[in-house]
């Protein structure tokens, strides 16, 4: 159960998110509309990444995403390696695996150097609603898991959660809060950069309503419920690390602080780093906020 000060949250919260409400819902409904589960190709070439496809059962559909190949795993004489795999989950709606390039551009392997094992980097596609199972045919974390299982299936990654590390921005930085959590058998690290977390609390308290007109199926699917049942499972629950990443200037930094301020009362550990003079497109120039993310990511990853 959510504490007093966190319902007195949600209602202050419901209370800014009804302002120019069919305003967003109007907007928000024709966005999702002009979904494809393959998105058009970013314009111009992205050096060391390809574009690719698999099957989704579950959307009876081919779904689109980018992968970067650490340097010389074409090599016939790492034939026998395998390799840890960042997935980078987009933020925006609707869903389009093109989004996820930028996110490519801030972490991409070889700006880390030896500060990151070398790794498999994969962008992938969310969904209609980015990240969440919709409606039949649009069920963005069904396709998600297929992908996982895919990917493993496919390429030489290690194949262990301690492998597998989970990164995304906006709604992709919520989309990591509810993965992780809710599928710590898959994943072990996480970081979730200016997600809206309000957002999570509102559709927790509102029956799935994010009260901009989208109605989210599973309501219980939402970062503060999800971390709940983890902390109800007690030590069966596989550890996981989590790290929180929001600008000072973005409007959803006061989520941000609830949430943590929520997983410190459950006593879920994590890492709060708070960007100075920055919104919601984080500057990871400032203070050394890339390295702390890459090193934090380094320290999840398992080496062969």
């Given amino acids: 159960m959510l504490s007093t000060r966190r319902r007195i949250l ?13 305003a967003q819902e109007k907007d928000m409904l024709k966005m999702v509309e002009s979904f494809q589960w393959v998105s058009p190709q970013a314009k111009g070439s992205v050096d060391g990444v390809e574009h690719r496809t698999f099957y989704s059962q ?7 995403y980018y992968v970067s ?14 390799y840890p795999v960042i997935y ?23 700006r880390a150097g030896d500060r ?8 992938v596609n969310g969904g209609k609603l980015s990240h969440y199972d919709y409606i039949d045919g649009y069920l963005g974390v069904q396709a998600f898991m297929e992908f996982v299982k895919h990917l493993d299936g496919t390429e030489r990654t290690l194949v262990d959660r301690t492998s597998r590390v989970l990164i995304g921005s906006s709604q992709g930085g919520r989309a990591v809060g509810r993965y992780l959590f809710r599928y710590p058998e898959l994943f072990a690290t996480g970081v979730s950069i200016a997600g809206g977390h309000q957002r999570e609390l509102i559709i927790s308290e509102n029956e ?10 599973d309501a219980s699917n939402n970062v503060f419920d999800n971390a709940r049942t983890y902390v109800d499972r007690g030590e069966a629950a596989p550890a996981v690390s989590l790290m929180v990443v929001v600008g000072n200037e973005d409007e959803n930094y006061p989520g941000n602080l609830v949430w943590c301020a929520q997983l410190a009362e459950w006593g879920i550990e994590h890492e709060l780093m708070v960007v100075p003079g920055t ?6 120039d400032i203070e050394n906020s890339r390295e702390r993310v890459w090193r934090f990511m380094s320290q999840g990853l398992d080496r062969e």
């Fill in 69 to 82: 190949f650490p340097a010389g795993y074409a090599d016939p004489k790492n034939v026998g390696k395998r």
């Fill in 279 to 284: 919104g919601h497109g984080v500057s990871f």
């Fill in 10 to 22: 949600v209602f202050l919260l419901t209370l800014g998110a009804l302002t120019g409400l069919q």
């Fill in 208 to 217: 799935g309503s994010e009260l901009n007109g989208i109605v989210i199926p």
């Fill in 58 to 64: 579950a959307n009876q559909a081919d779904v689109g």
């Fill in 88 to 110: 980078y989950l987009h933020g925006g709606r609707p869903g389009a695996e093109s989004k996820g390039l930028g996110g490519y551009r801030n972490f991409r392997g070889d």
């Fill in 116 to 123: 990151m094992p070398p790794h498999i980097f994969v962008m």
